[in-house]
C-alpha cells in the first residue's frame, strides 16, 4: 500500500472549515484513500473513502486532485469535538491491513 | 457507536503470564482485524481473521495468536507477556476478505503489563 503524509498538527477555529492535506504521491490505480480519526483513548472512527471522484457525507468532504497524488479532507465547520488525530490510509483492494501512519492532530479552538 | 465490543476495557497482567482479549463483530461481518497501538503511535497491524481462518499477518511474533468463532467473535491470545506489550489493543470488524470494505472499530481493550 501507498504511504501517506500529513502534517503533523494543526489548528483551526470552532465554526471554521477544518481542511485536513495528505499526500500520497505513490498510490496505484486500485488504491483507496481513507480517513479515520481517533478522540483520545478511543477507537478510530471511520470518516469516509474514496476511489477517484470527490466524495461527501454527513461528517465530511474528501476532494482527492486529478492525479490522486494528494486529497484534502473538509470538516465544513469544526466543532470543539472534532478535535482528535485524524489518519490518511491509502489502501489496495486486496490489502486486508489498515496501516496508519503518525496522522494529523486537530485542536479545534473557541 | 459502530456495535463492535470489546472486553475487558482494562487489564493489568505481570510479565510472562497469558491474556486473552475478546471481540464482537457489527452484526452481518464476517471478519475482524486486530490492532496494537502503543502510546503515542498509530494502530499496527495484528492479523485478520475470515470465516473462521487467519486471512492475514503483520510483524508480530508467534506468542500472538488469535481466534474467530461461527459467530465471527473473535479472541486474541498473548502468551509470555512482555512490558512492551502494554498497549491499547483494537478490534475492527468488516464485511467480507480482503476486498474493499470498511473496517469499523470498537473501543479498545488497555493492556498494563508490569
Known amino acids: 500500500d501507498a504511504k501517506t503524509t500529513q502534517p503533523p498538527s494543526m489548528d483551526c477555529a470552532e465554526g471554521r472549515a477544518a481542511n485536513l492535506p495528505c499526500n500520497h504521491s505513490?498510490?496505484?490505480?486500485?488504491?483507496?484513500v481513507y480517513w479515520y480519526r481517533q478522540i483520545h483513548s478511543q477507537g478510530p472512527q471511520y470518516i469516509i473513502h474514496g476511489l477517484k471522484n470527490n466524495e461527501t457525507n454527513e461528517m465530511a468532504s474528501l476532494i482527492i486532485t486529478e492525479d490522486r497524488k494528494s486529497s484534502t479532507l473538509i470538516l465544513p465547520h469544526a466543532t470543539l469535538r472534532d478535535t482528535a488525530v485524524y489518519y490518511c490510509i491509502v489502501r489496495s483492494d486486496s490489502g486486508y491491513a489498515l496501516n496508519f501512519g503518525k496522522g494529523t492532530s486537530l485542536l479545534v479552538t473557541p | 457507536e459502530t456495535g463492535v465490543t470489546q472486553s475487558p476495557t482494562h487489564l493489568i497482567k505481570t510479565r510472562g503470564q497469558q491474556v486473552t482479549l475478546r471481540c464482537s463483530s457489527q452484526s452481518g461481518h464476517n471478519t475482524v482485524s486486530w490492532y496494537q497501538q502503543a502510546l503515542g503511535q498509530g494502530p499496527q497491524f495484528i492479523f485478520q481473521y475470515y470465516r473462521e481462518e487467519e486471512n492475514g499477518r503483520g510483524n508480530f511474533p508467534p506468542r500472538f495468536s488469535g481466534l474467530q468463532f461461527p459467530n465471527y467473535s473473535s479472541e486474541l491470545n498473548v502468551n509470555a507477556l512482555e512490558l512492551d506489550d502494554s498497549a491499547l489493543y483494537l478490534c475492527a470488524s468488516s464485511l467480507g476478505g480482503r476486498t474493499e470494505e470498511t473496517q469499523y472499530f470498537g473501543p479498545g481493550t488497555r493492556l498494563l503489563v508490569l
Open positions: 505513490t498510490i496505484s490505480g486500485n488504491e483507496y
